[in-house]
């Protein structure tokens, strides 16, 4: 299974970005998907989740409202729209996917998670 995450770059507070993670070796749609990121000095943190059973989506607190995790099954491909973006939203953005059945509370735990993409870097000037 890789995991490919794509559309970081550097933006102006108040721009938006949308993020791609696209698999190989495995149908996404069928495996809950999430994103995490990375500020440099910090530890890793949830951003968004969708899971396989309905397609809940769960997010963390800092950015509801303004991401937006999806699907496109046609592609493989789970994305993660990011608007009215922040200087806090800084980091390296990585998307991952577990073998196994994950709860609602277990999506927003990277321990629950075994295929990680390689991350993509979003800047996001003040």
């Known amino acids: 299974v890789q995991l490919q995450a794509s559309g970081g770059g550097l933006v102006q507070a108040g721009d938006s970005l949308r993020l791609s993670c696209v698999a190989s070796g495995r149908t996404l749609s069928t495996y809950v998907v999430g994103w995490f990121r990375q500020a440099p000095g910090k530890e890793r943190e949830f951003v968004a989740a969708v899971r396989r059973s309905q397609g809940h989506t769960y997010y963390a607190d800092s950015v509801k409202g303004r991401f937006t995790i999806s699907r496109d099954n046609a592609k493989n491909t789970v994305y993660l729209q990011m608007s009215n973006l922040k200087p806090e939203d800084t980091g390296i953005y990585y998307c991952?996917?577990?073998?196994?059945?994950?709860?609602?509370?277990?999506?927003?735990?990277?321990?629950?998670?075994?295929?990680w993409g390689q991350g993509t870097q979003v800047t996001v000037s003040s």
């Open positions: 991952a996917t577990s073998s196994f059945p994950v709860g609602p509370g277990q999506a927003l735990d990277f321990r629950e998670y075994n295929y």
